[in-house]
């Protein structure tokens, strides 16, 4: 495994009361693989990216687990050692490209430090390394579009530039949250064109978040459905789309439109809303949503087993039933 | 033969004002550029189209949120642009909004019960003991529970909002509810179960519904008929089961094949446009999508397609429309 996390768990210390974003998380990115992470809001889904490269924000802190990037801890590195995997050995691409990119300087610029810091590259080679880029990210015009700023950029362009950002450095891991949430339709589905392209070109990882499952879903080898702070269920692809065992899984697919599918025909909803991670239900923090809740969800945690072709955590889905 | 229809458009107008840009540009945006619509008695027409398309600028329209540029509005028959100060408001009730986000749409100091009763409030000629009544009708319509009567917007989770939005918008009985992205703001699981509360008032078939979305498969669970928006302008309209079978306008293809779905029996082969270089709006000779359009022909840069009948009900604004609808 490239990036291996075990037993991760985040902490937000409030003043009444403290909440787990990350509550004991385990997964694996293998080397050239794409997983995706699904969850709603406040699942913890982007706090599991930030535990990974330790931009936790105040007041929340990584207490306690392990994350492992090409046999590096990297929850123990410090000073110039964390900041040579932080946009080298693993680049991040955020949702709102006007926040992460600086307004002030150009493209290319922005683009070719990272060469050069992370890659050693000279002025001019990080230069034409950054238009080159450009170009190959589906930009026309790369030589001009390097010289200008985020603001003359269209939404779709600019999210072309993040990347960019993120992949100077030649990262073994790309971390994408929510790379395309801010974006049209049209320009949505090019973006997930080019993470698949960047993937099998720079023979990248990619670790992809998203509320949107059929998005992840046309990207992602594997999937993973986190409820609550919790993984619910990891598996390939078509498992999850095709065959989802979790009752979380199930209730999200079924509530998902189909395009196509016909119109006036009501969707399976999910009963209820999210929990507050504050006040977390007993046991499964699920059951009160869950159709398939006894006795066993409401007094314990389900732990994630292996249950033949996936990971579930559910005690009415097992290898036995 | 067809009913009069409820909401009538036509001719539809709004430019706005661009300030001296940084290219030292400077004249008017033209966000709805002439837009044709009628929508039916109960009829829910779905406005489909990208950010900058022009369909939130004519739901607004039609509100009179915003004052159209040119063009008409008849509402049940009668001129609704014409009209001013208090009979204005008087046939405005008629009409009801729903916002995209249900934690700016609602007064953080009113009750649930309060935000409901306002518009009958106004209205006025209501006694105090039926306005209350009336209330609790509309919430338990929309799925919320007396005992939320006395909470206030924080204490309820994003659907339950969006519900009350809808309660509030329902008030006055109007023949009419643009709903402009009234799902786009909520999880997945929740908006399903927002689908499903409009899903159920296009049933009891009492209003009439401008569904406004950037999300084809929402509309398409909730629309009678589909019209697409690009730059201002409906380019293809067509009952819903048609358009997205048969789409014959190069944008609606690409907007339809861009959509993922979770399962790949459903994907469609991708309609590609080429990357945006002039900025939507501005005024072109010739279709709007000339510049992305992958079918382009000369035609198409020098002369504006109307919006044509192709096939019964399904009319396309592409001078290649016909070819494709043989």
Sequence with gaps: ?321 | MKDLPILSVRGLHKSFPMGRGWAGRSGRLEAVAGVDLDLQPGEVVGIVGESGSGKTTLGRCVLRLVEPSAGAVTLDGSDFLALRGRRLRRRRRRLGIVFQDPYSSLNPRMQIGQIVAEPLRAAGGMPTGAVSEKVVQLLERVGIEPRFLNRYPHEMSGGQRQRVAIARALATDPDVLVADEPVSALDVSVQAQILNLLLDLKREGRVAMLFISHDLAVVERVADRIAVMYAGRIVETARTDKLISHPLHPYTQALLSAVPSVDPAFRRERVRLRAELGRPGHRVDGCALAGRCPVVQDVCRNEAPPLDEVRSGHRVACHLAEDQAD
């Excluded at chain 1, 693989?33 to 889904?45: A, I, N, W, Y």
């Excluded at chain 1, 199930?250 to 599918?261: D, Q, R, S, T």
């Design chain 1, 1 to 321: 495994m490239l990036l291996s996390v075990s037993d991760l768990r985040t902490r937000f210390e409030l003043e009444d009361g403290e909440l787990w974003p990350v509550n004991g998380v385990s997964f694996g990115v293998a080397s050239g693989e794409t997983l995706g992470l699904v969850g709603e809001s406040g699942s913890g889904k982007s706090m599991v990216a930030l535990s990974i490269l330790d931009l936790v924000p105040s007041p929340g802190r990584v207490e306690s687990g392990e994350v492992a990037f090409e046999g590096l801890d990297l929850l123990s590195l410090t000073g110039a050692a964390k900041r040579r995997v932080r946009g080298g050995g693993i680049g991040m691409v955020f949702q709102d490209p006007t926040v992460s990119l600086n307004p002030v300087y150009r493209i290319g610029d922005q683009i070719a430090d990272v060469a050069r810091l992370h890659r050693g590259l000279g002025k001019a080679a990080a230069w034409r390394d950054a238009v080159r880029l450009l170009g190959d990210l589906g930009i026309q015009q790369p030589e001009k579009r390097a010289r200008a700023y985020p603001f003359e950029l269209s939404g779709g362009m600019r999210q072309r530039a993040q990347i960019a950002v993120a992949v100077a450095g030649r990262p073994k891991l790309l971390i994408a949250d929510e790379p395309t949430t801010a974006l049209d339709a049209t320009v949505q589905a090019e973006i997930c064109d080019l993470l698949k392209h960047i993937q099998g070109e720079f023979g990248m990882s990619i670790l992809l978040i998203s509320h949107d499952l059929a998005m992840v879903t046309d990207v992602a080898d594997r999937i993973m459905v986190m409820y609550a702070g919790r993984i619910v269920e990891i598996g390939h692809w078509t498992a999850i789309s095709r065959e989802p065992r979790h009752p979380y899984t199930k209730g999200l697919i079924g509530a998902i439109p189909h395009l196509g599918a016909g119109a006036g025909r009501l969707l399976d909803s999910i009963r209820g809303t999210a929990p507050d991670l504050a006040d977390l239900p007993t046991g499964c923090a699920f059951h009160p949503r869950c159709p398939e809740a006894d006795e066993d969800c409401r007094s314990a945690v389900p732990p994630l087993e292996d249950v033949g072709d996936r990971l579930c955590a559910c005690y009415r889905v097992g290898p036995g039933r």
